[in-house]
C-alpha cells in the first residue's frame, strides 16, 4: 500500500472518530477535502547548463550530468507530511539505421524541492544528437514529461574526440626564417585546425600577452596581433577548443624577430657653429633660420656632444621639405629639449599638412593652469609633466593604430591620460621649433632642443626608458682609509676631504688576544668597510669639502655607510649635510626619538626657514652593528627625492619635490647647521661616502657602500 493511501485512510478514519464524538473542527475537515495534486519539474540543466531544446542541440565532452528539480503544489504541503519526490529520466536517440533507441531510470526518492542529479550512461552514442526530458513522481501521481507542451526535449551531442591541433602562420614574422620583422613591427598570427567544429583559440606568447580568440565561423581561422618588444626567440602556444569543449594538442610556433630598426628621420643637431642646415642621420638635411645657433651644450649623461640654439625669434627653425615620418600609420617622434622659459606655450617639432598640422609635440601653458609637455595628433591632445625653464627633458610621442591611442612621454615616463583618436596623414613639411596655425608659424621655440627622431613604428618601452637615459657620473669616492696632513683623499685623486679636530681615520688595528698580549686590553673593532673609516668625537669632530660635492638643483645621488654610538644617542646627528648661504640644502640624520634615520630638507635659504622631514626610514639600532649603507637619491626628472637605507625603501621614503633650490655651499661629514651655527655632531662612524651627478637606479643603489662603485653600463 502505498504511503499516500495510507495518509488519506488516515484522515478518513480521523474524521468519522471526530463525528462519533459530535465535534467535527475545522481544520480536519478542510484536510478531509483536499485531493492530491500531481508534482511539476523545473530547471532542467545539461552539464550544469540550461538545457538547449532549440535546433541547436549543447556540445559536451563526456556523457553528460543532467538534473532536474521536482516540486510540488502548495496544497500538497498543507496536509503536513513531508513529500518525498523522484525523477524519472529518459533519453532517446535513432541509430543509423533509423532505430530508436531508449533508455531510462528513476532517482531516490528526496525531498520536495531538492535538485535531482544523475549521470546519463556511458553506451550513449557519440555524434549523435540525444534527447532527454524528465517528469517527477510523489508516490500517487506523475507529472507530464518535460517534453510536452508548452515545453521541449533538452538535446546533446557527445563529441567523443578532440580536435586536430592548430595550424599557426604568420606573414611577418614565418617560422623558418630567422631576424624577421623586428622590434615594435605588429605581425599577424593566423591559428586554424583542421577540426570544422572548433569555435575558439587559446594563446599564449610565452612572457607575454595572452587570451582567447573566436574565428568569424565554426570551424575557421582566427588571426590575433602581436608586437615584439625585444629582439631574439619567441613562442606563440595555442590550443584549439571545439564546440563540446574539448582542448586540442599544443601548437608551439616559434619566431625570430630582429632588433630595433633605426629612426626613418634622425637630426643630432650637433653640426658645427654657422651651419646652415642641420644634417640628418636619415630622411632629409633641414634648413635652418637666422635664429637657430648651432653648438650648444648637451645633456649630461647621453652620447650628445653639443645641440642647437633657438632664439625664440621668427627665424628661429629648421625645416625640411617633405614628412619626417608616415603619420598615417603607427609612429614616434621625439627629441631633448631645454627650454628658456616655460611662460608661453612653445613648440619642439610638428608636421605641415594643407589644412594645419598634423601632430605636435611642444610645452603648453593653457590660461589659468600651470605649464606642461603637449603632444597633440589631429583634435586629440596629451599633456603632462611639469617643465621648469633651464632643465632638460626628453619628450616622446607615439601613436598607436593598432590600439588607436596617442601616448606622451617625459623622461622615460608616461604622463597624462593618453586619448583615442584617429591617425592624420602628413603631406607637407617637417618643423622644429614652430608650428603652423591659421595665420602663419607661431609658438616658436626659445631654448635648446637637440637629437629630434621619428620612428614609423612603435617604440616599446625599454627604449623609451633608454632614449631618456641619462648615466649617472661619479663624482667623487672617500673610502676614509688614509689620512695625511689633516686631510683624507678621494680614490681617485679628487678633492679631499679636511678632518677636523674630533675627526679621524680608524686604520685596522694588528690582531692581538687580550690577557695573553700585554699591550692588548681590547679585542680590536674591524672597519666599518675595507681598511678604514671615519670617527668622530660628537662634539667637534667632521670633515669637509672646500666646494660642494653635488648639484642639489640637478638630479643627484649620495651614498654614505653609518654608525651610531646607541649609547649617546641621546639628540638627533647628522651624517651628511650640503650648506647654502644661510642654512643647509639637506642633511642625512638619525633621530633616536623616532629610531628613524631622516632627510631634511628646508623650504628656502633663509636663517630659520621652516625645515620638513622629506623622507624617512625606520631603523631601531641606528646601524649600530655593521653600520647602515645610507644613500639619498634625487631625480629632477620626476622631481622625486627617495632615501634608502640598505638598498631599502617604502612608498614613505619617497617624495616629491619642486622647485628645488641650489645649496652652493659646501659638503659636510658629520654635522649640520641650527640656529645656533654648527650642531648634530655626529658620535660614531662613517665610511665610503660616493657622490654621483644624477639618480641612480634602484638596483645600482645596491652597489653603494663598498670599497668598489656600481657599474653604470
Known sequence: MSGRVRKRRALLGSCLAALVAGAVTPSASYAAEQVNLPPA????????????????????????????????????????????????????????DGTEERRSWTTSPFPVGLVHRTTVPSDVPSDTVISWHVRANDGVAYSP??????????????????????VVSSPEYPADTWWAGGVGVYGSFTMDSPSADV??????????????????????PATVRYVPLSRGPKTLSVHAVDRAGR?????????????????????KLDDAAGSATAAAEAGEAARAGRGVTFGGPAPSGTPLTS??????????????????????????????????????????????????????????????????????????????????AGEWAYLLGLYDTETGYAQLFVNGHEVGTKVETAPVRADGAFQIGRILGPHGYRHRW????????????????????????????????????????????????????????????????????????PD????????????????????????????????????FTLGVVARIEQDDATRPMTVLSQAGEHTDAFKLRYDPALYAWQLIMPERDEA??????????????????????????????????????????????????RNGWTGAGPLQVGRARTADGWGEHLKGQVDELQAYAGALTDDDVLGLGHETDPCLC
Open 307 to 388: 645641440t642647437a640654439a633657438f632664439d625664440g625669434s621668427r627665424h628661429a627653425f629648421l625645416t625640411t621639405g617633405g614628412p619626417a615620418v608616415d603619420s598615417g600609420r603607427t609612429f614616434a617622434v621625439g627629441a631633448w629639449v631645454r627650454p628658456a622659459r616655460d611662460d608661453r606655450s612653445m613648440t619642439v617639432l610638428s608636421q605641415d599638412t594643407t589644412s594645419g598640422p598634423a601632430y605636435a609635440l611642444g610645452l603648453e601653458v593653457p590660461q589659468e593652469t600651470a605649464a606642461a609637455w603637449s603632444f597633440t595628433l589631429g583634435d586629440a591632445k596629451v599633456t603632462g609633466g611639469a617643465p621648469e
Open 145 to 166: 514529461w518535460s517534453s510536452e507542451a508548452p515545453g521541449a526535449a533538452c538535446r546533446f551531442v557527445h563529441d567523443g574526440e578532440s580536435p586536430a591541433a592548430p
Open 608 to 657: 630659520g626657514a621652516p625645515e620638513t622631514v622629506v623622507s624617512q626610514l625606520t631603523m631601531p639600532d641606528g646601524g649600530s652593528g655593521h653600520g647602515t649603507r645610507l644613500a639619498i637619491v634625487y631625480d629632477d626628472a620626476t622631481d622625486t627625492v627617495t632615501l634608502y637605507a640598505d638598498g631599502y625603501t617604502e612608498a614613505d621614503a619617497t617624495a616629491q619635490l
Open 41 to 96: 519539474v523545473q530547471d532542467l540543466q545539461t552539464e550544469f547548463k540550461d538545457c538547449a531544446s532549440g535546433d541547436e542541440p549543447m556540445y559536451v565532452g563526456s556523457p553528460p550530468v543532467l538534473q532536474a528539480r521536482p516540486t510540488d503544489p502548495v496544497e500538497d504541503d498543507r496536509i503536513g507530511y513531508p513529500e518525498q519526490l523522484t525523477a524519472e529520466f529518459e533519453v532517446w536517440w535513432s541509430d543509423p
Open 520 to 555: 692588548c686590553t681590547t679585542w680590536p673593532r674591524d672597519p666599518l668597510v675595507g681598511e678604514g673609516h671615519l670617527e668622530l668625537d660628537g662634539e667637534s669632530g667632521h670633515a669637509a669639502l672646500d666646494m660642494p660635492v653635488v648639484d642639489t638643483g640637478d638630479s
Open 247 to 267: 582542448v586540442s594538442m599544443r601548437t608551439d610556433y616559434t619566431f625570430h624577430p630582429n632588433a630595433a630598426s633605426a629612426p626613418v628621420s634622425r637630426w
Open 199 to 220: 569555435v575558439e583559440y587559446r594563446y599564449t606568447f610565452l612572457g607575454g600577452p595572452s587570451g582567447t580568440v573566436r574565428p568569424a565561423e565554426t570551424g575557421g
Open 446 to 517: 626659445h631654448g635648446d632642443i637637440g637629437d629630434v627622431r621619428a620612428y614609423d613604428r612603435l617604440v616599446v618601452p625599454s627604449e623609451v626608458t633608454e632614449l631618456a637615459r641619462r648615466t649617472p657620473r661619479l663624482l667623487g669616492h672617500w673610502s676614509f682609509s688614509t689620512a695625511d696632513d689633516g686631510t683624507t683623499p678621494e680614490n681617485a685623486g679628487g678633492a679631499p676631504l679636511r678632518l677636523a679636530p674630533g675627526a679621524s681615520i680608524y686604520r685596522m688595528p694588528e690582531f692581538c688576544i687580550p690577557d695573553v698580549d
